[in-house]
């Protein structure tokens, strides 16, 4: 027998030989792990319930931002500067950097104002967020498990805090498929600000854990040639490199018929999917094709690495069928000086925040995109010098787009910001709306692993945000 024929695994096997099962039964039977999975269109088809949304953007602000310099005021906070915090709040609460420090109230930095007709409160550094006040959606009183940065993520991520799950941009590839066939379904952009440590940022946050590969988030570089490696060699003509690509395709198809192995398919895919994106991604680049109005809008002449330039270069993609898009701005950690780095941190996303909203809205994509805000955490009510230190109990989220109530705020903290008392929203629960606004039940959405059926909101009870839907 030669080394090739070792090769076969049980599923090809099985596949080859009938072993007194029909075909067409033993097809049903493998259908879960491999004809489902070949699906362009996703593996919810049709959906569980007509989708409100299409696509998601979630500008992702890492580090954990805080809502007490946000979106959260609380004026008794204020009174209570450099008091003890209440002892019924925080004793025998779980707390990152501060333990055996005195706990004292630490006040809001900065004055809060209310914006448009419905007269959201917001932090007065964020006037261009508070001009789309009438657009948002805020969610006050959000909760979550994961006390420090990485974990914290992985779980917003991913809905666990164990590595190796699929993200929630995978597990939206894997049921809806995507739309665009020269680019990724799932695009991550990341920047770097000036307001406060360059948070860390793991590849696995987007990565596509135990689902095949190709669900799997793409990142672009944010400045220079998005995609490394990506252009064609000097020298080489657009056929020849089709006529090599067409080549190792076959040679891929012929052992993957022997062999039956997903990912085979997904590297398959891939080197189209390259050899296309080779045309599609100059065009995308090409912030020529902007007006200077929306430059100015935005705050960039694009392609500048800011982010600014990926919200605008996140509209772009959203515009060409991209389903998923992520923006990270990785400045939030603010342990100390947290007056100064806010200062600093909300300049840098609070105009092309406010002018991603309004463009899609220009350009009829609004309707059906979510727009998501926030970070992986809040910040305690309690001083660490001149900042805060990591807090889980309580924290803000903003979502806009037409299928949420817009001007609408829901739920919230206690007087201090200390804990969500009103309406508490876990990170599964965000998960289950998503996937609801998806046209997803999360409850019928799952993928069998090592005889384990795996879900984005996991074993324990998600709740659906009815209240927050328009």
């Not at 799997?216 to 003509?237: C, D, I, K």
């Not at 912030?287 to 500048?304: H, R």
Request: glycine content about 10%.
């Amino acid at each position: 027998m030669s080394t090739i024929d070792n090769l076969q695994t049980r599923r090809s096997f099985l596949r080859r030989t009938a072993l007194g099962i029909g075909p067409a039964a033993l097809m049903a039977m493998l259908s879960g792990e491999s004809r489902a999975e070949d699906l362009s269109q996703g593996v919810i088809n049709p959906p569980h319930h007509p989708p409100r949304v299409k696509r998601v953007v979630h500008l992702c602000m890492a580090g954990g931002p805080s809502h007490l310099e946000t979106f959260d005021e609380k004026p008794t906070l204020g009174e209570m500067h450099g008091k003890p915090m209440p002892e019924s709040l925080t004793k025998g609460q779980q707390i990152a950097q501060l333990q055996g420090r005195p706990l004292n109230c630490f006040a809001p930095q900065f004055e809060f104002a209310s914006y448009g007709e419905s007269g959201q409160r917001i932090c007065s550094q964020f006037p261009s967020i508070g001009s789309v006040a009438d657009d948002l959606c805020i969610i006050r009183s959000m909760y979550t498990d994961q006390i420090n940065h990485d974990p914290a993520h992985t779980l917003f991520n991913t809905g666990s805090s164990l590595a190796g799950r699929p993200s929630m941009g995978s597990w939206m590839l894997y049921g809806l498929g995507q739309e665009c066939d020269d680019l990724p379904g799932y695009v991550v952009l990341t920047s770097v600000g000036k307001g406060g440590q360059a948070q860390p940022i793991a590849a696995r946050q987007w990565h596509s854990g135990f689902l095949p590969s190709r669900f799997q988030g793409v990142q672009f570089q944010s400045s220079g040639a998005p995609v490394l490696y990506l252009n064609r060699p000097e020298g080489v003509s657009q056929d020849s490199q089709q006529r090599l690509v067409n080549t190792v395709n076959q040679l891929n198809q012929d052992f993957d018929a022997l062999v039956d192995d997903p990912e085979i398919a997904t590297r398959i895919r891939q080197y189209e999917m390259a050899f296309r994106m080779q045309t599609s991604v100059p065009g995308l680049m090409d912030f020529s094709t902007e007006t200077q109005q929306t430059k100015d809008d935005y705050g960039t002449s694009g392609g500048d690495g800011t982010f600014a330039s990926n919200c605008l270069l996140a509209r772009r993609l959203l515009e060409r069928g991209v389903r998923f898009v992520q923006v990270y701005h990785r400045a939030w950690d603010h342990h100390g000086n947290i007056k100064r780095s806010m200062e600093i941190t909300a300049k840098e996303v609070d105009q092309a925040t406010a002018a991603l909203i309004k463009d899609l809205k220009q350009r009829g994509l609004y309707d059906d995109t979510l727009i998501v805000w926030g970070g992986e955490f809040g910040r305690t009510p309690m001083a660490q010098g001149s900042g805060r230190d990591h807090h889980i109990k309580g924290f803000s989220m903003v979502l806009s787009g037409g299928a949420v109530r817009n001007g609408f705020s829901f739920g919230g903290t206690d007087e201090f910001g200390y804990a969500a008392t009103e309406h508490p929203v876990h990170v599964r629960d965000f998960h289950a709306t998503l996937l609801h606004l998806l046209g997803i039940d999360h409850h019928r959405f799952s993928y069998r692993f090592q005889g384990l059926d795996f879900r984005l909101t996991g074993v324990e009870e998600a709740h659906v945000l009815k209240d927050v839907i328009a």
